[in-house]
């Protein structure tokens, strides 16, 4: 990968996050090679079930708990496969360097994508509302700011 310890197990636990959240990636062929072998290792960690298990591959995720949820929601979903977890599909080939392109995907469907994208326009919606609330306050402080201006006109 052509990068240092810390910089590939960076880049394969952020490829790994990504998989997990969306279901599939799209990358290079080389990476996806990289990921792939390591969520096939993750789900047959997480077959087994344990709370051994658990700590494992929670602090292979840097010990993100909503993550490592999420992945245990994608288990039952693999109970009668004992392999093949994920598939590559080609792509076309990068324009700007011509790099082999894949999307890595699991090979069975679960509900798991569906429920992060009702999260992600959750989250929207709030941060909407936090948006609304900022504006209602900028408008609150300004206010003040002026009545504090004029009361200071009016002492001197």
Do not use: C
């Amino acid at each position: 990968m052509s990068r240092d310890r810390g910089s590939r197990g960076a880049l394969m636990r952020s490829l790994l996050r990504a998989l997990i959240i969306n279901g599939k990636i799209t990358t290079t062929h080389a990476k996806a090679d990289f990921v792939r072998i390591e969520a096939e290792k993750l789900i047959k960690q997480a077959r087994k079930n344990g709370y051994n298990d658990k700590r494992k591959i929670m602090a292979f995720l840097a010990n993100n708990r909503q993550l490592t949820e999420l992945l245990y929601k994608n288990v039952p979903v693999f109970a009668g496969v004992t392999s093949g977890f994920t598939k590559l599909t080609k792509l076309p080939a990068r324009k700007g360097d011509n790099a082999k392109m894949v999307r890595l995907e699991w090979s069975r469907k679960s509900s798991i994508s569906k429920e992060s994208k009702s999260k992600k326009e959750e989250n929207k919606t709030s941060a909407t509302k936090i948006q609304t609330d900022k504006k209602s306050l900028r408008g609150r402080l300004s206010s003040l700011s002026k009545r504090s201006a004029k009361s200071v006109k009016k002492s001197v």
